[in-house]
């Protein structure tokens, strides 16, 4: 039996967990927004052709933003193609998913669809195929109420209101070569800040995210951020970072420590940030918008291949990853890492939420189901709202080929937003021994526990479909806790929520 120990402190508070830690992402890319989202004539479907389904499991998930509408998707879009009478919408060819693009929905769409939803949209504007004046007609057909042309054209389309979107994100991953207008550093950097600037000026109540780099490994990064982020400054809010991670070479132990990579991604970012706040002598933080995470290898090279040749198709199944119950326990150590890391970053989406790399599947004409990754997220989501607790933590460590020495523990304790609840997310990443979790939750005093909830299954590569969940939590039964000091098992290979009464 492994044994490691946890100790943290009423008054040993970190940072405040931006709800938008649980934001996700909708990209026009294979049957993300057709046959995901929207699907007239579904039986699930809304009198405006969204699945009630899809929005059920959405709701459940709690998701606060979405991003939207891409993504490679958005650096070739013209959005005006989406609006107004459908009859008259173009098909058009997307070069960024080789696929056709019918334009049936489209912003207007996207818009009162995550009003249905329950959440709020985060708009990224087109800096590949199109620039400053675009993004600033976009603005002002979401945001603006006067009597201008793109506002007007917003109103002749039947939405009087504005919609009011408060995040835009500038562009996306313009730091890929694969990225349709793809730029150099200092190109980036110069339309980033021009585009942001005035955007600024016709809304000045908006948050704005610079593209960060693509991952980790992207030959440009740290200079990316330092580039870009030394000259826009002033205008952004943000810096985006994306990162998805594999096991292409079946090695589980490196796979499960794929978030010690993310973690010095992230404290990369804040150095390269922190030092672009130095040089511009500015007063103000940048924040990180981890606005593109997940785990994305099973599909991913057949993919790449079959669009090669793939005739042009509306809405092909695309990064359709079916997820097991080891790349559950990978995001959730990744929802750790970003809660460790709550004082910069401030948002982040999981890429995506429906049917590519999504943590929701459905069937064209059939059913919605939950992915093993649906887990992680929806604990996180429901009760890693609050304040994250500092921790002292000790653990007996394994060494992988990746990542060298690695803890078998990774965890992190929040106190819930009312204060009444102190709970542990702890993941146990040994593959064949339980662990014994001594806590001690120092001032809470009396604590007992409200709920040991346990998501594993002993075949790593279990699945769930749409016939059958067999990667769920249980409530464990066997756990038990009281006096704010005791011991917990973590059984292997598990993602565990440990729910405890604070007063
Ligand atoms: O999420 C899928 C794709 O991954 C996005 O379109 C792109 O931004 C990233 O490379």
Known sequence: MLKARLVTDKDMRKAAVD??????????????????IYEPGHPEADENGFR?????????????????????????YRWEDGVGPRERRPMRLDAAWRTLESNAFGLDEAALWAKTAGTDLMMAVNLGTRGLQDAVNLLEYCNIDAPSKYAAMRKENGHSDPYGIKLWCLGNEMDGTWQTGHKTPQEYARIAAETGRAMKR?????????????????????????????????????????????????DTSSFLASNVDLDRFIRSVITAADYAKAVTRSSKTIGISLDEWNVWYHVRREDEKAMEDMPWTEAPPLCEEIYNTEDALVVGCMLITMLRHAERVRIACMAQLVNVIAPIMTRRGGGAWRQTIFYPFLHSSLYGRGTVLEEAVSSPLYSCSKYGDVPYLESVAILSEDEEEVTIF??????????????????????????????????????????????????????????????????????????????
């Open 426 to 503: 702890a993941v146990n990443r040994s593959l064949d021994e339980d662990m014994e979790l001594s806590v001690d939750l120092r001032g809470f005093g009396d604590c007992s526990l409200i709920e040991h909830i346990e998501l594993r299954n002993d075949d790593l590569k279990a699945i769930n479909t749409e016939e059958k969940e067999n990667v769920r939590p249980i409530v464990r039964t066997d756990s038990s806790f009281t006096g704010g000091r005791g011991t917990i098992v973590l059984h292997p290979a598990s993602w565990n929520t440990i729910r405890m009464k604070a007063r």
């Open 52 to 76: 009630r389904d899809v929005i059920d499991l959405i709701r459940e998930l709690k998701v606060p933003v979405v991003r939207y509408p891409g993504g490679n998707f958005v650096s070739c």
């Open 202 to 250: 016709i809304d000045p109540s908006i948050e704005l995210v610079a593209c960060g780099s693509s991952g980790s490994s992207m030959r440009t990064f740290p200079e990316w951020e330092r580039i870009v982020l030394t000259e826009a400054y002033d205008t952004v809010d943000y810096i985006s970072m994306h990162q998805y991670y594999d096991n292409y070479d079946g």
């Open 19 to 36: 709800n938008r830690l649980y934001s996700s992402f909708i990209e026009h890319l294979g049957r993300a927004v057709y046959s995901g």
